[in-house]
């Protein structure tokens, strides 16, 4: 096996301990693996003594090589120099890279482990092989992690590698498994680079069926995401182009009646089930997720919306999430309040690390600790605040673009005015009225026409996002100005009335949103 032709793609790392091996047979899980499609295998054993180390390593050798697959020993250039296996992984408080391949010679494999991009540089120049990124997700796995790095540290290394035209390779290590491998290998993509494979512990040791577990990987990693196929973050109009297809976008809805599917909060499901009405979607308020396969293939789209997180919604909206990615239907995420308190930041993270998210759409705030470095400011409740105090407003659209160049979605800033960017240009829309302010769940409900707009128009959510934006702020807008409406409690159903009139009198023709000056 030469080692330029190794392939990283599904990269096994063993562990013998209780907490992840359970009962099983170290070896029976190895085999089962490979015959599941692992292509690479690390030996990792912290604890054994080296007679016993060298033992399981030859094991282990024998059978990685009936499968053609290289076995590589974590730390111990010793260990494999006695079973003269194909190389080793070493990591930053290990041996120098440069002490191993004196011992190994230049056809040994060496990856290393990297967590910061000085890191990669050092492993590079010093002739290794591949890297192992991490630690990607938080994971009770390896106790004594150093850095999170997150996805936006995976592209980081990754543009480090694309720029400077590295042949080395790359996989990502730490809390992967088949609810967010095929997101990660595709959002960790940097200059047209991607990762060469992804490494895993538990979501094969710890399965029950290691086979059909890494069968399950090697499906996710060698197949294009099925929530892929509809992005298009190369899009970029002119505001005047996006004006015109908003008129279109409103028609489909109508034709099309797509399901909004709102895992809501209480406050506002059934001004949410009215607005989606009457932007002509078809709602279903449903928390449970054992429904959202089936729901999912009703071809609408899902709303996650946290106003009201418990930790059973949680996984909820966990389970929901995974089975809108796998049919290829859109996700609208509502991170209600996510910098209020840490059990809002944290199902924030947990839930932009377990599946692709095609809109996230928040206030200022909400979006701000989406970001990687947001995490830590604090908002002062769930209501979005006086526009411009809290962040300084020139800063706010680039926060929007790269959150949205990170992500490879859309994401929209409600404020006085809005900033919505898919990573390319940022629109900043003007509309709305200051009644939306003073009536509850308005935000949650933009959510919801929002998902009604890219259900009817998957294939350019940046124009059905900005078309569910003005149908929703015009509308606004005609009511308040309305005679019969007084103050905020008119508001509301003239409101309900304005969304559904601009909607009809679109299809009819006309352009409702022609009448209202735009
Ligand atoms: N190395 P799981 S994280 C062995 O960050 C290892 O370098 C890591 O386990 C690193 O796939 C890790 O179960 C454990 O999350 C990964
Ligand atoms: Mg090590």
Redesign the pocket.
């Known amino acids: 096996m030469r080692k330029q032709d190794v392939d990283y793609s599904l990269y096994l790392?063993t562990d013998s301990t209780p907490a992840?091996l359970g009962t099983k047979d170290l070896y029976q899980v190895v085999e089962a693996a490979l015959k599941g499609g692992v292509t690479c295998v690390q030996f990792?054993d912290k604890k054994s003594e080296t007679g016993a180390l060298i033992e399981t390593a030859r094991k282990l050798h024998a059978i990685t090589q009936k499968y053609h697959v290289p076995l590589l020993i974590n730390d111990r250039v010793d260990v494999a120099l006695a079973v003269e296996c194909e190389g080793v992984h070493i990591?930053q408080d290990d041996m120098t890279l440069a002490t191993a391949r004196k011992s190994l010679g230049p056809d040994a494999i060496i990856g290393v482990?990297v967590?910061t991009v000085e890191e990669l540089d050092t492993a590079c120049r010093g002739g290794a092989d591949y890297v192992?990124i991490?630690?990607v997700f938080a994971?009770p796995?390896?106790d004594d992690?150093k850095h999170i790095i997150g996805i936006e540290g995976v592209q980081r290394m990754l543009f480090y590698l694309s720029s400077s035209r590295s042949k080395v390779k790359s996989v990502c290590?730490?809390?992967?498994?088949a609810a967010n491998a095929s997101q990660v290998m595709w959002q960790s993509m940097a200059k047209q680079k991607t990762l060469d494979g992804v490494?895993?512990?538990?979501?094969i040791v710890?399965a029950e069926d290691p086979e059909a577990a890494a069968k399950d990987l090697t499906r996710l990693i060698k197949t294009p995401p099925a929530f892929a196929a509809n992005v298009k973050a190369e899009e970029q109009y002119r505001s005047a182009e996006i004006l015109e297809l908003v008129p279109e976008i409103i028609k489909v809805v109508h034709e099309k009646k797509p399901l909004s599917h709102n895992m809501t909060n209480l406050v506002v499901q059934n001004m949410a089930a009215n607005v989606a009405l009457n932007v002509g979607a078809s709602p279903i308020m449903a928390n449970y997720a054992e429904e959202a396969q089936d729901l999912a293939a009703l071809g609408g789209a899902l709303v996650v919306n946290m106003g009201t997180v418990t930790p059973e919604g949680l996984e909820n909206y966990l389970k929901a999430l995974k089975a809108y990615n796998e049919a290829g239907q859109p996700v609208v995420y509502d991170p209600v309040g996510a910098g209020a308190t840490e059990v809002r930041r944290s199902a924030t993270k947990r839930i932009l690390g377990a599946g692709y998210i095609d809109v996230i759409k928040g206030n200022q705030s909400e979006i701000v600790s989406c970001t990687p470095g947001g995490a830590k400011l604090q908002q002062r409740g769930v209501d979005s605040g006086p526009t411009g105090t809290d962040y300084d407003v020139a800063k706010l659209s680039g926060v929007v673009r790269d959150l949205a160049t990170l992500r490879k979605n859309v994401v929209v800033m409600t404020g006085t005015t809005d900033y919505v960017s898919n990573g390319k240009t940022v629109y900043a829309v003007g509309n709305g009225h200051e009644y939306l302010g003073m009536v509850t769940g308005t935000g949650c409900c933009l959510g919801t026409t929002i998902s009604a707009m890219v259900a009817a128009h998957p294939q350019d959510k940046l124009a059905a996002t900005i078309a569910g934006l003005l149908h929703y702020e015009i509308a606004a807008e005609l009511a308040a100005e309305r005679d019969d409406v007084r103050g905020p409690g008119t508001f509301v159903p003239a409101f309900l009335d304005e969304l559904y009139r601009i909607r009809m009198a679109t299809v009819q023709g006309g352009s409702g949103l022609a009448e209202a000056g735009q």
């Open positions: 790392v992840i990792r990591g482990t967590s192992g991490g630690t994971t796995t390896k992690t290590i730490g809390g992967i498994n490494a895993v512990v538990s979501a710890a």
